[in-house]
């Protein structure tokens, strides 16, 4: 795998849900379209955790293959959760597979393989939630209002 293990790892997977969000409490997260370079550097800095089902095995073989991203293939799906020291999750985006109900088969053929097509989003979730820093923001710009007033102000005397 080559990546290092520091307690801070970032989780990677092909799908998204509530309960990996659950274990963070209140917070805010941002989600962004990175690159395949943006990650290696990422997981380079933290560590990676694949959660992947086995049948999705040739899926990231092909991720592997195509972005050199040397994540290793888990034999069993490992659940899971966001924590404060785990705030990073990466999802892989499949396009151009056949589904069933929004969710991927477990097998597909060489040919539709083929077609397949990737990409990554990633989602933080920060320790401080957004009304929070909305706040923090008014105070600050009030307070700097009020700053600027006085340095500007004109007198009559």
Do not use: C
């Not at 939630?129 to 102000?153: F, Q, V």
């Amino acid at each position: 795998m080559g990546y290092p293990q520091t307690g801070n790892e970032v989780y990677v997977g092909f799908s998204l849900s509530d309960t990996m969000f659950s274990g963070i409490g209140k917070g805010t997260i941002t989600r962004e379209t990175v690159s395949a370079d943006y990650l290696k550097d990422l997981f380079a800095k933290y560590g990676v955790v694949v959660s992947a089902k086995p049948e999705q095995r040739r899926l990231l073989e092909m991720v592997n293959s195509i972005y050199d991203l040397k994540l290793e293939i888990p034999e069993t799906l490992k659940i899971i959760q966001l924590s404060e020291k785990h705030r990073r999750l990466v999802t892989i985006s499949v396009q151009g597979l056949r589904r069933i109900n929004g969710s991927l088969l477990p097998e597909y053929s060489d040919e539709e393989f083929q077609e397949a097509t990737f990409g990554f989003v990633k989602y933080y979730v920060q320790s401080r939630h957004y009304d929070e820093l909305m706040a923090e923001n008014e105070k600050l710009k009030k307070d700097l209002d009020l700053e600027i007033a006085w340095r500007t102000r004109v007198s009559d005397i």
